[in-house]
């Protein structure tokens, strides 16, 4: 089959060529985003291959149909920039892949609370400046800190498993309660007692209407005093501007994120001399209690090559007329 890569870096290259080499699939990589503007490079490719930040949305949809596409094969779990709807009254399939290293996003994400707590990056800079003191380092046992979990799916399944080794007491919310968290002594509570009692707050949940600004002034104000959040799930799951004032009041007493509700024009590029003209993100850089990545929790040899690899095969089982098994039904 014809495929159109969008967004793609030498590291998408590598890993899905290796997968290619027995799939036997057409690959055209593109660098650029996929938008309205970039939208006519697909042209004659009955499958569009795309990532977290390309636009699906339903313009982009009908005239990806009318040039031939059939196809949408997201190389990520979340599909939440794609109109679903749409895609379906099109007649465009839509592929995923659900699950590709849990274990990549968990260690990222207990990886930041440990950076926040113990001013890993702070002592860094320090030593390498010959600054050898520990005044502002102060962080705090791990152990006997009670850790709020908000989506408890294989990846909230695997920072479960993660702190309880580190003798954290461990909540939950969610729709659906794990067996798998049950039997680690995860205790599921509401949301509001899940804010109020955490003294760390960690968010593996999907974006939909019902968590877009899961985290706004409202639900901060629920928090303890100097409550660390993480996000390594969606950047609209938190409401940056209510966040920058949760900071400011020092409510929140750190912030760790791997993912930014504006993220599209700033993440995997490099833009070291650019202006910035996001100013809601540049001031979360100002903070000395914030800690930013760039959309790489998920970016480990396992966890790409997994990607590569379930990616070609949703795309081959669309070719060959076989069931999709990873195929998205709705939003």
Request: hydrophobic residues 40%.
């Amino acid at each position: 089959m014809k495929i159109a890569f969008f967004s793609t870096k030498p590291y998408d290259r590598k890993y899905f060529d290796l997968a290619n080499e027995s799939a036997g699939h057409e690959i055209t990589y593109f660098e650029t985003r996929l938008t309205r503007q970039t939208l006519k490079l697909a042209e004659g490719y009955e499958c569009a291959c795309v990532f977290v930040n390309d636009q699906v949305d339903a313009s982009v949809l009908i005239a990806l149909a009318a040039q031939g596409t059939r196809l949408i094969a997201l190389r990520c779990a979340g599909f939440n920039n794609v109109d679903i709807n749409s895609a379906k009254e099109l007649g465009i399939s839509v592929v995923r892949v659900p699950a590709y290293s849990p274990y990549a996003v968990a260690e990222h994400t207990v990886g930041l609370m440990l950076a926040l707590n113990r001013k890993i990056y702070w002592a860094h800079s320090r030593v390498r400046e010959g600054n050898f003191s520990l005044d502002g380092l102060l962080g705090f046992d791990m152990r006997n800190r009670t850790v709020g979990l908000v989506g408890t799916g294989k990846i909230g399944e695997c920072v479960a498993a993660i702190l309880k080794g580190f003798g954290c007491k461990i909540i939950a919310y969610d729709k659906a309660q794990n067996p798998a968290c049950e039997k680690m002594g995860v205790s599921y509570v509401s949301r509001d007692e899940l804010f109020a009692q955490s003294d760390i707050i960690s968010l593996h949940c999907p974006l939909f209407k019902e968590t877009y600004h899961l985290i706004g002034m409202d639900a901060i104000a629920k928090m303890k005093k100097g409550v660390m959040i993480i996000n390594t799930s969606r950047g609209a799951l938190i409401d940056a501007k209510a966040a920058i004032e949760g900071l400011k009041s020092e409510k929140i007493g750190y912030l760790g994120i791997d993912v930014y509700e504006e993220e599209e024009e700033l993440f995997f590029e490099d833009k070291t001399f650019e202006i910035r003209t996001d100013d809601v993100f540049a001031r979360l850089t100002t903070f000395p209690n914030v800690v930013i990545t760039g959309h790489q929790a998920y970016f480990t040899e396992e966890a790409v090559s997994a990607i590569a690899g379930t990616t070609l095969e949703n795309i081959t089982a669309y070719e060959a007329g076989q069931e999709l098994v990873n195929v998205v039904t709705n939003n």
